[in-house]
């Protein structure tokens, strides 16, 4: 048995890809201080941040993912069976093994890697109560509750659509995919998977006025020379060098 760590620190992969946003702004995103030394010159400037968070649907860099962990606030501890390669994605046609909603199919449209939990449309759900306060009785929404990827839910096999294990494999031509165990069909990853927040598709996404264009990228702008940089500066803008060092004498 594979064992259990607990998940505070990291935000997966996975998060970072469908967000589409710099990994520098979810770390300042999720930055909570616990505490710090006043300002004052009599003290070392040194701060403790808070480096252990309760992940759940809300995603790190949201208002409310800030409120579940804000500072003194204390959970109990999560523990996640580690997965080492990852094998669900958005679009993926899962079966259900557990729950009220067993044995139906569904697409995956909601992935939470650092929980183990996938979400499946319209499948396993549940009504909760929004917006009561006072004599307003609120109203009623329903929505899909997460599923566990290591014994909830299952792949389907292509060639039968029953459920099946999945593992990792290399074909001769050295790309990565998916095989069922059972019956050792190739499990294609779905073009959804490659949506974000940005675009549906890297092919169909169109550069924006504020975007880096590919040219721009590609374009070569250093040349490495055998110069300092005040050199180089100097030898770009017409100024050249007529000053004489004085003489030194060493003893």
């Known amino acids: 048995m594979p064992r259990l760590t607990f ?3 990291c935000v997966a992969d996975m998060t970072k890809q469908v967000s589409n946003l710099p990994e520098k702004y979810i770390k300042r995103a999720m930055a ?3 505490w710090k030394t006043p300002k004052a010159i009599q003290y070392r400037q040194t701060e403790v941040k808070k480096t252990k968070f309760r992940f759940t649907t809300n995603r790190p860099w ?17 523990f996640v069976e580690p997965i080492t390669d990852w094998s669900f994605f958005n679009g993926d046609r899962v079966e259900i093994l557990a729950g009220k909603d067993k044995g139906k199919q569904g697409l995956v449209n909601y992935v939470i890697q650092e929980r183990n939990w ?3 449309e319209g499948l396993n759900c549940h009504f909760r109560s929004v ?5 307003y009785p609120g109203m ?8 566990l990827v290591t014994s909830q839910v299952a792949l389907l096999d292509p060639s039968d659509n029953k459920p099946t294990e999945v593992e990792w494999r290399f074909t001769e031509e050295g790309d990565k995919v998916r095989v069922s165990v059972r019956t050792g069909r190739v499990i294609p990853i779905p073009k959804l998977a490659e949506e974000t927040k940005d675009y549906k598709t890297k092919r169909t996404y169109v550069e924006q006025d504020k975007d880096t264009t590919e040219d721009d990228l ?3 702008t250093f040349k490495p020379a ?8 100097a030898k770009k803008m017409g100024i050249e060098e007529d000053r004489v060092p004085r003489k030194t004498y060493w003893y």
């Open 7 to 9: 998940v505070a620190k």
């Open 32 to 34: 909570q201080v616990d």
């Open 62 to 78: 949201t208002q409310q993912f800030a409120q579940q962990n804000r500072v003194g606030t204390r959970r109990k501890k999560v």
């Open 118 to 120: 996938v979400i499946v």
């Open 131 to 135: 917006g009561k306060k006072g004599d």
């Open 140 to 147: 009623m929404i329903q929505s899909e509750a997460p599923l």
């Open 218 to 220: 590609t374009r070569i």
């Open 226 to 233: 055998l110069t300092t940089f005040e050199m180089d500066i």
